[in-house]
């Protein structure tokens, strides 16, 4: 009899794709697969560990299913990902309920760490987070009509506030020919969106093809036949070159949406965190994107109550946000991680860094309502994701799945999910479009 195995995917993207790994290895190994935590001989949590908000997840996450292996009803629990990396110890000392953990540099460990574990004995493996990123298959957890492929792994820009080099390692890109075949293979699936990711994908191919080779990649994503929409996520600001706002804007399967997480925008907290560039750099990028590319719709991440943010830098920050007028925009609380300079800074206390926060999502949610009104009487390609029975439910150009909006359509047809079709906007109900499907 075959054993059997659940997965518990947490944080990013990025972790999803290294979860659609390991099913896949599980897989090939013999391990059937079921779909909830219950009832199974092993639950794998896949966990992130960047800030508190998802320690905070992973660990209910592990105390949920240690209350059904306590009850029966799970038999091990094995933890891997950025949690497991970051807290190897807390994590073997302070949850019994863990019968072992694989470190980020261990994933391709999962299966015989799977078979140590179901024969009882305890698992704690870190391999290197510096080597190579090895290929293999996915067992994909997305819907079928969109997939993410992740282009690197790791991060070199040390941020002042950011642990990910030290849970991920140094940058490393795949090999292009590696990128384009995942991408053929999920294009044949039956992927239609295909969403790039990395830590930092602007700075794919300089280690090992000494440039930066995101343009000449996109170019060869949107040759291949089937993918419709290609998006780009998590673009640093500095790497962005004037030959990859070209691809952008000459492409016509690369939609118009950037994500370039800026955090601010003070040339003081800027330096104090680490991170390239100034405001006025910020500015000459964002007026190149926008006089370059007609359309974008540009998303970004920000960090309140960083180290260095008075009252002054906070305003010049919400000064920045009431000039561009950036269609999506995160903001986050900051959060002092251990081990990163940041830490150890001077900052605003945790109730004013959330009300912060809070304002800029406050100042966002105007730019939004006004972004939605912009569309009314537009007539805008939509993917159709799900029906209720009366409507159907997609997304724009604009937004990315899970995280930005959906339209809501009416049609007298009937679509598949997966389809693309033309839909006219006609208004606009708790920050999503609405509308009906355009037909001869």
Same mark, same amino acid.
């Given at each position: 009899?075959?054993?059997?195995?659940?997965?518990?995917?947490?944080?990013?993207?990025?972790?999803?794709?290294?979860?659609?790994?390991?099913?896949?290895?599980?897989?090939?190994?013999?391990?059937?697969?079921?779909?909830?935590?219950?009832?199974?001989?092993?639950?794998?949590?896949?966990?992130?560990?960047?800030?508190?908000?998802?320690?905070?997840?992973?660990?209910?996450?592990?105390?949920?299913?240690?209350?059904?292996?306590?009850?029966?009803?799970?038999?091990?629990?094995?933890?891997?990902?950025?949690?497991?990396?970051?807290?190897?110890?807390?994590?073997?000392?302070?949850?019994?309920?863990?019968?072992?953990?694989?470190?980020?540099?261990?994933?391709?460990?999962?299966?015989?760490?799977?078979?140590?574990?179901?024969?009882?004995?305890?698992?704690?493996?870190?391999?290197?987070?510096?080597?190579?990123?090895?290929?293999?298959?996915?067992?994909?957890?997305?819907?079928?009509?969109?997939?993410?492929?992740?282009?690197?792994?790791?991060?070199?820009?040390?941020?002042?506030?950011?642990?990910?080099?030290?849970?991920?390692?140094?940058?490393?890109?795949?090999?292009?020919?590696?990128?384009?075949?995942?991408?053929?293979?999920?294009?044949?699936?039956?992927?239609?969106?295909?969403?790039?990711?990395?830590?930092?994908?602007?700075?794919? /191919?300089?280690?090992?093809? %000494?440039? +930066?080779?995101?343009? @000449? &990649?996109?170019?060869? =994503?949107? #040759?291949?036949?089937?993918?419709?929409?290609?998006?780009?996520?998590?673009?640093?600001?500095?790497?962005?070159?004037?030959?990859?706002?070209?691809?952008?804007?000459?492409?016509?399967?690369?939609?118009?949406?950037?994500?370039?997480?800026?955090?601010?925008?003070?040339?003081?907290?800027?330096?104090?965190?680490?991170?390239?560039?100034?405001?006025?750099?910020?500015?000459?990028?964002?007026?190149?994107?926008?006089?370059?590319?007609?359309?974008?719709?540009?998303?970004?991440?920000?960090?309140? /109550?960083?180290?260095?943010? %008075?009252? +002054?830098?906070?305003? @010049? &920050?919400?000064?920045? =946000?009431? #000039?561009?007028?950036?269609?999506?925009?995160?903001?986050?609380?900051?959060?002092?991680?251990?081990?990163?300079?940041?830490?150890?800074?001077?900052?605003?206390?945790?109730?004013?860094?959330?009300?912060?926060?809070?304002?800029?999502?406050?100042?966002?949610?105007?730019?939004?309502?006004?972004?939605?009104?912009?569309?009314?009487?537009?007539?805008?390609?939509?993917?159709?994701?799900?029906?209720?029975?009366?409507?159907?439910?997609?997304?724009?150009?604009?937004?990315?799945?899970?995280?930005? /909006?959906?339209?809501?359509?009416?049609?007298?047809?009937?679509?598949? &999910?997966?389809?693309?079709?033309?839909?006219?906007?006609?208004?606009?109900?708790?920050?999503?479009?609405?509308?009906?499907?355009?037909?001869?």
């Amino acid at each position: 009899m075959k054993h059997t195995v659940s997965f518990i995917s947490l944080g990013c993207a990025k972790n999803q794709v290294d979860c659609e790994q390991m099913m896949y290895l599980m897989v090939q190994a013999g391990y059937e697969l079921r779909p909830e935590p219950e009832d199974v001989d092993l639950v794998i949590i896949n966990t992130c560990g960047f800030i508190d908000a998802a320690k905070s997840e992973a660990i209910e996450a592990i105390l949920s299913v240690g209350q059904k292996k306590a009850e029966g009803r799970v038999g091990k629990i094995l933890v891997t990902g950025c949690l497991a990396q970051r807290y190897r110890e807390e994590i073997l000392t302070e949850l019994p309920e863990v019968d072992g953990i694989l470190g980020t540099g261990s994933y391709y460990d999962v299966v015989a760490a799977a078979r140590q574990v179901l024969n009882g004995r305890m698992v704690s493996e870190f391999g290197s987070i510096h080597a190579p990123v090895e290929e293999t298959g996915r067992v994909l957890t997305t819907p079928a009509f969109y997939s993410f492929i992740k282009i690197a792994e790791g991060c070199d820009n040390h941020c002042a506030f950011c642990v990910i080099p030290k849970l991920r390692g140094k940058f490393r890109s795949r090999r292009l020919e590696d990128i384009v075949s995942e991408a053929e293979n999920l294009a044949r699936g039956g992927t239609k969106e295909l969403i790039v990711v990395a830590q930092d994908t602007s700075r794919y /191919g300089i280690d090992i093809y %000494g440039k +930066r080779m995101l343009p @000449e &990649l996109l170019r060869s =994503l949107c #040759r291949i036949n089937g993918l419709h929409w290609i998006r780009v996520h998590y673009t640093y600001p500095d790497e962005i070159t004037d030959e990859l706002i070209d691809v952008v804007a000459e492409e016509p399967r690369i939609v118009k949406y950037l994500d370039i997480p800026i955090q601010h925008v003070n040339d003081g907290i800027l330096k104090r965190m680490n991170r390239r560039g100034n405001r006025a750099y910020l500015e000459d990028l964002f007026n190149r994107l926008r006089s370059r590319i007609p359309g974008l719709v540009l998303r970004t991440s920000l960090i309140a /109550g960083l180290p260095g943010e %008075g009252e +002054r830098e906070f305003e @010049e &920050l919400c000064g920045f =946000l009431r #000039r561009w007028r950036l269609e999506r925009v995160g903001a986050f609380a900051f959060s002092p991680e251990e081990g990163t300079p940041a830490a150890g800074m001077d900052h605003p206390d945790a109730e004013t860094a959330q009300r912060r926060a809070d304002y800029i999502a406050e100042l966002q949610s105007e730019v939004l309502d006004a972004y939605n009104a912009s569309c009314f009487g537009r007539t805008m390609e939509v993917l159709v994701e799900d029906w209720d029975g009366a409507s159907y439910y997609g997304r724009t150009y604009a937004d990315s799945p899970g995280i930005d /909006g959906t339209v809501r359509f009416t049609s007298d047809l009937d679509h598949r &999910l997966g389809e693309f079709v033309q839909v006219s906007i006609l208004g606009a109900e708790d920050g999503d479009l609405i509308g009906r499907e355009e037909t001869p």
